[in-house]
């Protein structure tokens, strides 16, 4: 038995190697790649991704899980031996069900996609990124169909970034939020708006990036295990535990891209060097989920980055090092403008309490894309008529419209969901660390975030992926994913800025 559990680690360290070579390639596609290199490396991707799906599919990865099964009832659930026997087999059986001539195809069809994504939103053209996306949602169609019978064509989508969510879930979570954020937008926006103007002008790019560097060492991001560089659409990404890099862009014109930008992947990166030594070179050296990883961004992002604590920290160094722009700004008046709520067209660059109106826009038109309902052709045009209905706003063009985001054309769906009950999930996190932590405000006042970032490894870093996000949540938090504590603290907080 002993001999086949070090054959399976055996497989599952090549499997983690070819994943790692594949994160490699697509971290240099959206950073240094010139446009050209585009055919080549889609040819190399899709080659590493069928050598890691053969190994998935193999019958000898199907008989050693067969043969360890035994072992596996045995073992302590919670054990890392069991935990990998369980995230192995889950992973090995979707991997079954999808033929490799579709990982292929999929692999190709998302290389060139966004390729003509980047040109087609810096040339406004939805008109030639339309094959490109029709081809890719038509795979996802099919790639629902290897998980038939489903209650839901979306639920195996969602079911690959959220173990064991299911679409209605996620709908009901949402139908309880949606309310409550469009009524608090609402009763904002009859109040006197907050002054912002101060953030937009002149921040040289330079000065910016080592602000953004400064922070983020203080938080405890390991630059011997990363590094950062500039990319059209901020990302994370792991080659292993000890090679965590992040990407980041700075807009010389306004001061928030930057800095929220750049705290937010440090929060994925915060995750993913936190996991604990152990999982090295296997499935479980990964995030819980998409919703758990995004927790951590939008906590270090919003709830660190955005508070008045953090600020208190770092606004007086801010002011050292933009004098001209910041010098006669408050501290208070500097806070409520970086929180400031206005119903915008980016998603990326939206406030707190308009934020999931953004997600639920988009998983409303993946399901109708999905389902069939709605056809690519009309995408723009959907777009549109849900940006008016959510956020009371028309985007002047498809570039700040419909084709803001690289997920589709990367072909994720089912994905940004995730930013949403990460949101919920980061302030459930929050309110279980401030009654174990009750000097956190203090500690984050004077740039101190050792305990902080330690409370996170010990309840949820450390475990990698050992567990289902809805059973790491109530482990640390005591309760499954919940909105409640997240409609709170949008209450308090705006209603504090806007005197609600
Ligand atoms: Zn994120």
């Not at 999929?106 to 810096?122: I, Y």
């Not at 990407?247 to 750049?262: A, L, W």
Request: net charge negative; proline share 5%; glycine share 6%.
């Amino acid at each position: 038995m002993e001999e086949k559990l070090q054959r399976l680690k055996g497989l599952l360290a090549e499997i983690d190697d070819l994943s790692h070579a594949q994160a490699v390639l697509g971290w240099d596609q959206q950073t240094y790649m010139p446009p050209g290199g585009a055919e080549d490396r889609g040819n190399q991707l899709a080659t590493l991704a069928r050598l890691e799906h053969e190994r998935w599919v193999s019958d000898e990865m199907a008989h050693l899980l067969d043969d360890l099964a035994p072992l596996a009832s045995q073992l302590d659930p919670d054990s890392e031996e069991a935990c990998l026997l369980r995230v192995t087999r889950r992973l090995q059986e979707k991997h079954a069900r999808v033929p490799a001539r579709w990982v292929e195809a999929f692999s190709q069809a998302t290389t060139l996609g966004q390729e003509a994504w980047v040109k087609a939103r810096r040339n406004n053209d939805f008109a030639s990124f339309r094959p490109y996306l029709e081809e890719i949602i038509q795979l996802r169609r099919e790639y629902s169909t290897f998980f038939a019978p489903f209650t839901h064509i979306y639920d195996p989508q969602l079911d690959d970034y959220e173990p064991g969510m299911k679409t209605e879930e996620v709908q009901a979570i949402f139908a309880r939020v949606r309310p409550v954020q469009v009524e608090l937008v609402k009763a904002i926006a009859a109040r006197p708006q907050v002054e912002a103007g101060f953030l937009h002008q002149a921040f040289p790019e330079q000065a910016q990036w080592d602000f953004g560097v400064e922070v983020i060492t203080r938080f405890g991001y390991d630059w011997e295990r990363g590094r950062q560089d500039k990319a059209a659409h901020p990302f994370t990404t792991s080659f292993g535990l000890g090679d965590v890099r992040i990407t980041t862009r700075v807009d010389p014109q306004f001061f928030n891209t930057m800095i929220f930008g750049t705290m937010h992947e440090c929060g994925h990166a915060l995750y993913d060097q936190g996991i604990g030594q152990a999982l090295r070179r296997t499935p479980l050296a990964t995030g819980a989920s998409m919703a758990v990883h995004e927790s951590q961004s939008r906590m270090w992002e919003n709830l660190v980055g955005r508070s008045l604590p953090f600020w208190k920290f770092f606004y007086p160094r801010l002011q050292e090092i933009f004098p001209g722009q910041l010098g006669n700004v408050s501290l208070e008046a500097f806070y409520r403008a970086v929180n400031r709520v206005e119903p915008s067209l980016i998603r990326v660059e939206a406030d707190e309490a308009t934020y999931n109106l953004h997600i639920m826009l988009r998983l409303e038109l993946e399901i109708a894309l999905m389902e069939g309902s709605l056809e690519v052709k009309d995408l723009p045009e959907a777009w549109n008529s849900h940006m008016q209905a959510f956020l009371g706003l028309t985007p002047p063009d498809d570039a700040h419209g419909v084709l803001q985001d690289i997920h589709w054309s990367s072909g994720l769906v089912g994905y940004f969901p995730t930013y949403a009950l990460g949101n919920l999930v980061s302030v459930q996190l929050w309110e279980k660390m401030h009654h174990d932590l009750p000097d956190l405000e203090e500690q984050i006042a004077r740039g101190q975030f050792a305990n902080l970032l330690a409370w996170l490894c010990e309840k949820v870093h450390r475990h990698g992926a050992k567990y289902e996000p809805q059973v790491l949540v109530e482990k640390a938090t005591g309760s499954r994913i919940d909105p409640q504590p997240y409609l709170r603290y949008l209450r308090e907080k705006f209603g504090q800025i806007y005197g609600l």
